[in-house]
């Protein structure tokens, strides 16, 4: 079962639409958490679903824990988005750039310079270091839910 629409249509779609009018509500995950008016609540949705089959909760507190880690996931999977998209976007905005300095430039030189402008982009090493700490995140919640399991397992 695919959860994620990675298709390029999700990030080529998503430039054509206007600014965010600050009129417009945000909608609300399980745990209070938003998704903007451009993200596919079904797909968010749909990933809360198999994670709550996989795991299955007996109680509110597993099913606390797994609306934590479906959250986590999905912050996880739109700063890896945003990730790539800007860089996909360095690779076309900056091809014209290294042709002129290197006329026979191959995409892994394109690659190299593209990421060198986005690293270049303020705050974009806290971007980053915050990824990190949301797959930290998850793993830990992945690994209690996974003890809890064990533990219910053995009874």
Not at 20 to 48: C, H, K, W
Request: hydrophobic share 35%.
């Amino acid at each position: 079962m695919q959860i994620y629409d990675d298709s390029p249509k999700s990030i080529s779609s998503r430039t054509d639409t206007a600014p965010r009018d600050p009129a417009l509500p945000v909608l609300q995950s399980a745990n209070g958490g938003s998704l903007s008016p451009i993200e596919d609540s079904g797909q968010f949705e749909a990933l809360r679903s198999a994670v709550t089959e996989s795991y299955q909760p007996l109680n509110a507190f597993e099913q606390y824990l797994i609306d934590e880690l479906t959250e986590t996931m999905w912050t996880q999977k739109r700063l890896s988005s945003i990730t790539t998209g800007a860089l996909s976007l360095q690779i076309e905005s900056s091809w014209k750039e290294v042709s002129q300095q290197f006329p026979n430039a191959d995409s892994q030189l394109r690659t190299v310079n593209a990421w060198n402008n986005v690293t270049a982009i303020p705050g974009f090493h806290h971007a980053q270091r915050y990824l990190n700490t949301v797959a930290g995140r998850s793993l830990a919640q992945m690994r209690h839910l996974d003890r809890r399991i064990a533990k219910r397992q053995r009874f």
